[in-house]
């Protein structure tokens, strides 16, 4: 009976976490309560990256995973704040969320959109 339990228990918090996904805008960039991380190669960062991302490549510029990526996340961020993944155009970003939430990560958003709608809304780009 115990190991029902568990197992109850188990499934029922994985389906609890998730991601949503949203379209980049100034009032995600604003809330002091998410964290930007900007899973772009390092040549794509050349191009410009929104102010205040943290920076962590999910490949490298040959589009190799990056095998330290949970790690280099786990190292750069507040846990006590949700994390909102940004790419290109979203579909990198998607699958990191997607990799997030099965590594135990909770309130973890995707911009859909990506850098080329943040561009587009005019939003707040630096270079590095």
Do not use: H
Not at 37 to 47: A, C, F, G, P
Not at 63 to 88: S, T, V
Not at 100 to 127: E, F, P, R
Request: charged content about 25%; hydrophobic content about 45%.
């Amino acid at each position: 009976m115990i190991k029902v339990l568990i197992v109850m228990f188990l499934a029922t918090s994985m389906a609890m976490a998730k991601y949503i996904s949203v379209d980049i805008n100034k009032s995600i960039m604003s809330d002091n309560s998410i964290q930007i991380i900007d899973i772009r190669t390092s040549n794509e960062w050349k191009q410009g990256v929104l102010k205040g991302a943290i920076l962590v490549n999910l490949t490298d510029n040959n589009g190799e995973f990056n095998e330290k990526f949970l790690e280099n996340i786990k190292e750069k961020i507040d846990p006590n704040k949700k994390i909102a993944i940004i790419c290109r155009s979203g579909v990198r970003s998607l699958r990191a969320s997607e990799l997030l939430v099965q590594n135990g990560y909770k309130d973890v958003i995707n911009l859909s959109g990506g850098m080329i709608l943040a561009s587009q809304k005019g939003l707040d780009i630096v270079k590095p």
